[in-house]
């Protein structure tokens, strides 16, 4: 069995997580966090993108009926996040949270630990257990004899330990840092550790897009192929629609989960004779709005254009200034340059 396939099977709202429940997706608003309209619109384009889970800040109290208001109006169920005051915790629970994410180590000490766990417990929503590198407890850090991620690791034990020994079971663990190794190795004997626990799984300020995409991909497909990981958030310095399509195609291209189309298009090189770069990226926006899952090639030339555009789903292979149109295997016509895009999604739209 997997470990994904052996942990502890927990609702957040009305999606699974853990006991082989399909990776969930999720991200994180970053709107301002007293304006519910606001939040109300990312997450509306948040769900198309195929967002399942989606995290909302609460830096202070005065941002509760704000918080309130969004988890009443969202299609998404909405996790509290929660640094240094347990009462917004506590208080989230009660108002309409799905998930609670806290880190022990800087909500006020066991006593005020204890209080949120209660909440929980009484509100029946899971915890997740957030350990990162930037705040593990002195005692830890100054250890010697442990790495870092033994030192992620350990710290999320003893967390987990402690809410089990409460009686609450319904937790979430994510241990993260900022560099690939130290991710895959503290998730791993996370994995091995804690075998019944889902575990939310992501590199932490990963970046700006092209180094956050690459970090992540890097780090959490190797995490994925092995079967670690509940629950992904892709994190970038961007527009969280962006990281939602990351982590679909993360999931596509290991082949764990499909939602909407694959691309094959080629790189290009000197026989090319359109602008399959520009052709390929339009076609690529015009499919963001479609979620069947096809296979879509846009192929530069005759080399290898008519092979991987028959193979496909629906797919062009250029010549000098026009395209041909496969569809399932099927020459249907050549068409100009121009009309390339065109073409395609008008063929996409009829299967
Ligand atoms: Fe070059 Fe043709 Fe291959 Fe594209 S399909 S990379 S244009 S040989």
């Known amino acids: 069995?997997?470990?994904?396939?052996?942990?502890?099977?927990?609702?957040?709202?009305?999606?699974?997580?853990?006991?082989?429940?399909?990776?969930?997706?999720?991200?994180?608003?970053?709107?301002?966090?007293?304006?519910?309209?606001?939040?109300?619109?990312?997450?509306?384009?948040?769900?198309?993108?195929?967002?399942?889970?989606?995290r909302m800040a609460i830096p202070q109290r005065s941002c509760l009926d704000t918080f309130q208001a969004v988890c009443e109006a969202s299609p998404l169920p909405v996790v509290a996040d929660v640094h240094f005051d347990a009462e917004i915790a506590i208080q989230a629970a009660r108002r309409g949270a799905a998930k609670l994410r806290i880190n022990p180590g800087n909500i006020g000490g066991p006593a005020k630990t204890d209080a949120v766990i209660d909440a929980a417990g009484e509100a029946g929503i899971p915890i997740r257990i957030g350990?990162?590198?930037?705040?593990?407890?002195?005692?830890?850090?100054?250890?010697t004899d442990l790495t870092l991620p033994q030192k992620l690791a350990a710290s999320a034990e003893e967390y987990v330990g402690y809410f089990h020994a409460r009686g609450f079971?319904?937790?979430?663990v994510s241990t993260k840092a900022s560099d690939v190794p130290t991710t895959i190795a503290a998730y791993r004997l996370l994995a091995e550790k804690l075998p019944s626990t889902p575990l939310h799984i992501g590199v932490t300020e990963a970046g700006t897009l092209f180094q956050g995409?690459?970090?992540?991909?890097?780090?959490?497909?190797?995490?994925?192929?092995?079967?670690?990981?509940?629950t992904m958030r892709i994190s970038l310095t961007d527009d969280p629609v962006q990281e939602v399509r990351a982590c679909w195609t993360l999931l596509a291209a290991l082949g764990l989960r499909?939602?909407?189309?694959?691309?094959?298009?080629?790189?290009?090189?000197?026989?090319?004779?359109?602008?399959?770069?520009?052709?390929?990226?339009?076609?690529?926006?015009?499919?963001?709005a479609v979620h069947k899952p096809l296979k879509v090639a846009v192929m530069g030339c005759v080399v290898n254009g008519p092979g991987e555009?028959?193979?496909?789903d629906i797919g062009v292979a250029c010549g000098d200034g026009v395209g041909v149109i496969f569809k399932q295997g099927e020459t249907l016509r050549k068409v100009d340059e121009?009309?390339?895009?065109?073409?395609?999604?008008?063929?996409i739209g009829k299967l």
């Open 1 to 54: 069995m997997k470990p994904n396939e052996q942990t502890r099977r927990l609702m957040v709202g009305g999606v699974p997580l853990g006991g082989g429940a399909p990776c969930a997706v999720q991200s994180m608003l970053n709107t301002p966090a007293d304006d519910a309209q606001t939040n109300l619109d990312q997450i509306e384009r948040l769900a198309d993108a195929g967002c399942e889970i989606i």
């Open 258 to 288: 499909r939602r909407g189309p694959e691309i094959v298009s080629c790189p290009t090189c000197g026989r090319c004779k359109v602008d399959l770069i520009g052709l390929a990226r339009a076609v690529d926006d015009c499919l963001q």
């Open 338 to 347: 121009t009309a390339i895009v065109d073409a395609l999604m008008e063929e």
């Open 131 to 143: 350990v990162n590198a930037g705040s593990l407890d002195d005692a830890l850090k100054a250890r």
């Open 213 to 230: 995409l690459v970090k992540s991909a890097s780090g959490l497909g190797v995490l994925l192929e092995q079967g670690i990981g509940d």
């Open 169 to 172: 079971d319904d937790v979430v």
């Open 309 to 312: 555009a028959a193979d496909a």
